[in-house]
C-alpha cells in the first residue's frame, strides 16, 4: 500500500497535487478568489514540466468549463475550477456539461455570493447550483480534498455514471489552511484511476472515425428518457461511491466513508447533521457533551448530490432530534438549504422528530465551538420537548 | 428592379493582379497573331505590387458602350461587351472613358479594338504559362466545391435561405476532416440533428449561444495533441457571434485558437422571429426596432464584426458573400489553410423573410449590397489588408434598399445617411488597405 508521503499544503495545493496526478489533458479556469492559488499552482507545474497538460487561459468561466467540456467530449481528461459568481457567470456551461453528460471535474473553492460583496467563505455558490444535475462531494480537510479529486474521475468517468463531478471545499478554511496532506505516487494514482489513452476511451467521443452529433436537439418523449437515465445514473454514483471509496482505502488506506461520514451517530439520541469544516468542530463538541454523559452525534453529508436521503433517514431513525447546521441561506425557506433536505428525508420516518436549522459562518465569519455547542444543546432541548424556533441564526445579535 | 433582368453567372476571363511574371508576354503575343492588333497588356507596378495583365472586364454596365456616339459597342446574350467595326468612326471616346485600360486602337485602320473573348476561347488564356489568365466557365465553377454535401436534404429551413446555402457550400470546400460547430440558429438544423437522427454525417456540436468558440477550442486542442489533422469549423449566426457570444470569440481569437469560425450575417435574430442583433443594418426594421410615427427602424449602424476581430488577434479575416462563390471558396481554403491563429469569416447572408424581400431574391440582394458598398469585400491576413472586391463607383443605394422590405419606411434623407454611412466603411477598408497593404501571402 502507498499511502503517500506527508506534505504540507493547504487545500488549493492539495487540489493542483491531485490534478497532477490525475493526468489531465486539459486545465482552463479562470482566477476567482479563493481558487486562485490552486489556478497558478497548476501554471507552476506546468512552467515546471511536471504537468503535460493544454492550459486554456480563457476570458471567463463560462469559457473555462466550456473548454474542459471540448477536450472531454473529444476523448480526453480535462479539469477547472472555480468559486462563487464564477460558477453563476458559467451557469449555461454548468448545466449543458450535465445535460450531455460530459464527466469533468470541476473544484468548487467554495464562498458566498455576491450581493453583498464579499470574498470570503460560505457555501451560497454550492447551494445555487445544487439542482443542475452534476455529483457533488463536499471535503472536510485538505487531504480529502486531494483524495475526493482522484475518486471524482473515477466516479464520472465511469461508463455507468459519465456524469460530471464537484469537488467543493470552503474558501479559505480549507483552500488556505495548510494541513498535513500525503501525496501518493504517480504510479499508486495510475493505477487506482487508469490514464486517458488516445483511442482507449469506452465512451462515445466527437471524432471522424466515429462521427456523432453531440448536444442534440430533443423534442416529446426523447427528452423524458434524457431527464430519467440522468436520474437513473445519479442513484448508481451513489452506490459507486461507496465502493470506490472501499477500493480507495485498499490502495491508498484513506476512507470517507462514502457518501456520509456518521460520527457516533448509532446510539446518540440525537443528531447533528452538516457538511465541510463545521463538522470538525461538531465533533469536538459531541465528543464533550458524551463526556458529560449526553449521547450526542453527527452526520458529515460528502455526498451532497445526489442526496443519500436513504442513509440519512437509517441513521435518524429512532433519534429525538435533528441539527442542522448550514453556511448558507434558502431564501423563501429563510432557512438553511442542507436543513430543507434533511427534513425531507425525515419524511421517511416512521415518527415526526424537531428537526432545527442552525445557519451560521456566512461571510467566512467562524463557526466557533461555543456556538455549535449551543446549537447541540437547543437540538437536544428540542428533542426532550422543549419548544423553541425551527430557524435559529448563530451568533447574529 | 425587377427580378427577370438579373444577369445570370457568365464565363468569364480570370485575371490575378499581382502573379504575372514581369518578362513574359505570352498573352499579347497570343493575342496579335489572333487577332493582329492586341488587346491585352501586361503591367507592372511593383511599388503596389501589381503584375497583371490589362484586358477588357466585360462590365456589366459598360462605360464605353455609353460613352460611344454611333453606339457600336453592345453587350451580347452571353455577356461579351462587342464593337461594331462598321459604325466605329475611331473617335476615341470608349478609351477614354473605360477606368480599366480595357480598348486598345488600332493605328492601322483607325478603329478601336477590345477583346471579344475570341467567342468564349480565348487564345490570351490557352498562351498564359501560369495561371494569372483563367477562362472560368460558369458550369464548371462548382467544380471547386467538390466534397460531397454533408448535410441531409429536407432540412427545415426556409426555401431559398442564403444560410443554408452558404452552410453547404462551405463543408463542399472543407470536406470530411472537420468537427463541425453550430448554436442555437437557424443553421442547427443542418447540423444538430433531431431527436435520435443525426442531419450530417460530420461528427457535429451544437453549443450554446455563449460558448462555441469555448467548446471548439477544449476539442481543437485534444484534436492536435492526439496528432489529428481535423479542423474545427463554427458555422454560427450574427446574434450568437457579435452579441452574446462575442466575449468567447473574441478571447479564442486573442489566444490565436487555430479554428475557423464562420458568421453567416443576417443581421437579426431570425430563428426567434426577427429581432435586432448588433450587426442588423441602420434603418432596418425589425420586431425590436420598429418603425412607426416615433420610430424609424434601428436606430444604431451595424456593428462591424470583421473589423472588430482583425483588430482583436484572428489571423485571417475576411468577409464573403454567397453570390460570390469563387470568391468564398478562395477565402475559405484560405482559412483552412491558416493553423498559426483563428480564422474568422464574415458572410454576408440575407433573410428574405425577416428582410421582408422575395424568396428568390438573397443573391440579387447580395449583388447589390456589395456593388452598393454596403458590404466591402476584403480580407486580412495576418495584419495585411486588401479589398478583394473593388467598387469604384458604388451603385445607387436604392438599388440595394427597394430590393428589402424592411427599409420601405425610410425616406430620402435616411437612404442618403445610409449611402454616406456605406460610403465611410468602404473608404475605412480603403485606408486600412493603404496603411497595412497585402503583398502577397
Known amino acids: ?397 | 428592379m425587377s427580378l427577370q433582368t438579373v444577369p445570370v453567372v457568365r464565363d468569364t476571363l480570370a485575371i490575378d493582379f499581382g502573379a504575372c511574371p514581369p518578362g513574359c508576354s505570352e498573352c499579347v503575343k497570343a493575342c496579335e497573331q489572333h487577332r493582329s492588333v492586341a488587346r491585352i497588356a501586361t503591367l507592372h507596378l511593383p511599388e503596389v505590387s501589381f503584375h497583371g495583365a490589362i484586358t477588357c472586364l466585360q462590365c456589366s454596365e459598360p462605360a464605353c458602350r455609353d460613352a460611344c456616339p454611333t453606339g457600336a459597342i453592345s453587350r451580347d446574350d452571353a455577356g461579351v461587351a462587342r464593337l461594331d467595326r462598321g459604325r466605329c468612326v475611331g473617335c476615341g471616346a470608349c478609351a477614354i472613358a473605360c477606368e480599366w485600360g480595357g480598348i486598345s486602337f488600332d493605328f492601322g485602320t483607325i478603329r478601336a479594338a477590345k477583346c471579344d473573348t475570341c467567342d468564349g476561347d480565348p487564345a490570351c488564356a490557352r498562351a498564359c504559362p501560369t495561371d494569372v489568365l483563367r477562362w472560368v466557365e460558369s458550369r464548371r465553377l462548382f467544380e471547386r466545391f467538390s466534397h460531397p454535401d454533408p448535410f441531409t436534404k429536407g432540412a427545415s429551413l426556409c426555401p431559398g435561405c442564403a444560410g443554408e446555402l452558404g452552410f453547404r457550400l462551405a463543408f463542399r470546400v472543407i470536406g470530411d476532416d472537420a468537427v463541425v460547430f453550430v448554436g442555437p440558429g437557424c443553421a442547427c438544423a443542418l447540423a444538430n440533428g433531431l431527436g435520435a437522427e443525426a442531419t450530417t454525417r460530420l461528427p457535429s456540436a451544437m453549443a450554446l449561444m455563449t460558448n462555441i468558440p469555448s467548446l471548439m477550442t477544449g476539442v481543437a486542442r485534444r484534436l492536435r495533441q492526439t496528432g489529428k489533422r481535423t479542423r474545427c469549423v463554427a458555422f454560427v449566426g450574427d446574434g450568437a457571434t457579435a452579441d452574446v457570444g462575442f466575449q468567447p470569440l473574441s478571447g479564442a481569437a486573442e489566444r490565436g485558437e487555430p479554428i475557423v469560425y464562420i458568421c453567416y450575417d443576417n443581421e437579426g435574430y431570425m430563428n426567434t422571429g426577427v429581432q435586432r442583433s448588433g450587426t442588423t443594418s441602420h434603418g432596418a426594421r425589425t420586431m425590436t426596432s420598429p418603425a412607426g410615427p416615433r420610430l424609424k427602424g434601428k436606430g444604431q449602424p451595424a456593428k462591424e464584426v470583421p473589423l472588430m476581430m482583425a483588430f482583436n488577434g484572428a489571423a485571417y479575416v475576411a468577409t464573403a458573400n454567397i453570390a460570390y462563390p469563387e470568391d468564398f471558396e478562395a477565402k475559405l481554403r484560405r482559412a483552412l489553410d491558416v493553423e498559426d491563429g483563428l480564422s474568422y469569416l464574415h458572410l454576408y447572408s440575407p433573410c428574405y423573410v425577416g428582410w421582408e424581400s422575395p424568396m428568390d431574391s438573397v443573391l440579387q440582394i447580395s449583388r447589390r449590397a456589395v456593388e452598393t458598398r454596403m458590404f466591402p469585400m476584403w480580407e486580412a491576413d495576418h495584419g495585411k489588408f486588401r479589398i478583394t472586391h473593388p467598387v469604384d463607383q458604388a451603385r445607387p443605394i436604392e438599388e440595394f434598399t427597394s430590393l428589402i422590405g424592411r427599409f420601405r419606411h425610410l425616406g430620402h434623407d435616411d437612404l442618403k445617411m445610409l449611402a454616406e454611412e456605406a460610403q465611410a466603411r468602404y473608404r475605412r477598408i480603403e485606408a486600412l488597405c493603404q496603411a497595412m497593404p497585402f503583398n502577397g501571402r
Open chain 1, 1 to 397: 500500500m502507498n499511502n503517500g508521503a506527508a506534505r504540507l499544503l493547504d487545500g488549493n495545493k492539495a487540489a493542483a497535487h491531485a490534478v497532477l496526478l490525475c493526468r489531465p489533458d486539459l486545465v482552463a479556469a479562470y482566477p476567482i478568489t479563493p481558487q486562485t492559488p490552486l489556478l497558478e499552482q497548476l501554471y507552476k507545474f506546468k512552467a515546471e514540466g511536471r504537468l503535460v497538460a493544454e492550459t486554456v487561459e480563457v476570458e471567463g468561466e463560462n469559457s473555462a468549463l466550456s473548454a474542459a467540456m471540448g477536450t472531454t467530449v473529444a476523448g480526453g481528461r480535462a479539469f477547472t475550477a472555480t468559486s462563487s459568481m464564477g460558477l453563476t457567470f458559467m451557469y449555461d456551461a454548468y448545466l449543458f456539461a450535465s445535460g450531455t453528460r460530459v464527466p469533468v471535474v470541476m473544484v468548487i473553492a467554495m464562498r458566498e455570493q455576491t450581493a453583498p460583496t464579499t470574498v470570503s467563505c460560505g457555501q451560497q455558490d454550492l447551494m445555487m447550483v445544487k439542482e443542475g444535475g452534476w455529483i457533488q462531494l463536499v471535503c472536510e480537510s485538505c487531504q480529502e480534498i486531494l483524495d475526493s479529486i482522484i475518486v471524482a474521475y473515477r466516479l464520472a468517468e465511469d461508463p455507468q455514471v459519465q456524469l460530471p463531478v464537484n469537488v467543493c471545499y470552503e474558501g479559505y478554511y480549507l483552500s488556505h489552511l495548510s494541513e498535513a496532506v500525503k501525496v501518493p505516487s504517480q504510479e499508486a494514482v495510475d493505477q487506482f484511476l487508469e490514464p486517458v489513452r488516445a483511442n482507449g476511451n469506452q465512451r462515445p467521443v466527437l471524432s471522424t472515425e466515429h462521427p456523432m452529433t453531440y448536444g442534440t436537439f430533443v423534442v416529446g418523449d426523447l427528452y423524458a428518457e434524457y431527464r430519467y437515465k440522468h436520474c437513473q445514473a445519479m442513484q448508481r454514483a451513489a452506490g459507486l461511491l461507496d465502493s470506490l471509496d472501499g477500493a480507495f482505502a485498499g490502495a491508498f488506506g484513506r476512507s470517507y466513508g462514502g457518501a456520509l461520514e456518521p460520527y457516533r451517530a448509532d446510539d446518540a439520541e440525537f443528531l447533528m447533521v452538516t457538511m465541510g469544516t463545521a463538522s470538525g468542530t461538531l465533533k469536538g463538541v459531541v465528543d464533550q457533551l458524551r463526556g458529560e454523559g449526553v449521547a450526542a452525534g453527527l452526520v458529515r453529508i460528502r455526498m451532497f448530490r445526489p442526496f443519500p436521503r436513504r442513509q440519512l433517514a437509517e441513521l435518524m431513525r429512532g433519534k429525538r432530534a435533528v441539527g442542522v447546521v448550514d453556511r448558507s441561506v434558502s431564501f423563501g425557506w429563510d432557512a438553511g438549504h442542507l436543513f430543507i433536505d434533511v427534513k425531507a428525508a425525515a419524511q421517511d420516518l416512521e415518527r415526526r422528530i424537531p428537526i432545527v436549522s442552525f445557519i451560521g459562518g456566512l461571510a467566512g465569519t467562524d463557526l466557533r465551538h461555543d456556538l455549535l455547542e449551543g446549537a447541540a444543546r437547543a437540538t437536544l432541548a428540542r428533542g426532550r420537548g422543549e419548544p423553541g424556533e425551527e430557524v435559529v441564526w448563530l451568533g447574529l445579535e
